[in-house]
């Protein structure tokens, strides 16, 4: 049998165009690179990563925002809470007689409050002492016993009233929040989670603290007496300890307010989260620190 020739074959042959039956004739696809609605398999993937990671990204990002913003920006109801009789926190006032190192100076109370939700209950130290508790006489190595008690007596027998005031120490530590004791050997506060120390005002003294304890604000008022809410904004209605304390006035009750953080100079601030500084650096980078 003869081969067909190479390019020059007839239709039918090995070298010619097929004549016979198709099974389909072949339909290019549509080029639809130019139709911004047409959605391929490659964009559609890619539309869902993105999706994806956006939504990663805010489940990530919102709790940091809420935590950062929202708190400061919501702040806490509160109401004046009456503690009881001034007589009952105002123990132990000067002058003193026959004074020595063992003599009870000033009255430190722990109480809970309840406040207008349960997220303002808190427990609290009323504090009846020294405004400036580092000038108590404090012995020197090796001194004699006498001289001191006789340092001692001479520095507390001249202690007046005017040298003491009263406080509400929240018992929140600055660190983590957790509740601090009050140590009378030291007559000062510690943390029990993580070493935090604190004197009688509740400044710090050692370990991680970020700022004092925070402080409730305290007032002492004669129940007997009216003011209008403007006399109450500006003061007008609160009794000095001072006079408080050499007052048999029964009418002297004592109120606790709102809550508010304080610096190491005892300056007021709104109430911050525990962890957080009041002032410097740090308190402008919180908590991304």
Known sequence: ???DEPNGGAPGTQDGPYTGPRAADYVPEPDHSDDPGYVTRTRFLSNVAIAGGGVL??????PVVGFAVTTPLKPEEFRWVDIGPASDYLKNPPPYTNPAPSTKIGEVASLAVSGPSSDADRRIY???????PSARPQPSPGEDTKVYEAKFAKWASGLTAADFDLLAIWNRCAHLGCPVAYSPGSAGYVCPCHGGAYDSRGLVTGGPPPRPLDRVDIKIVDSSKSFTPEQVEAGKDRVPPAVAAKSSNPNLRVLVGKPYSIDEAQQPFALHDPGMPVSGTLSHLYPFT
Do not use: C, F, R, S
């Not at 990204?57 to 919102?62: D, E, K, P, S």
């Open 1 to 3: 049998m003869a081969e």
């Open 57 to 62: 990204t805010a489940a990530i990002l919102v």
């Open 126 to 132: 009323v504090v009846y002492g020294l405004k400036n």
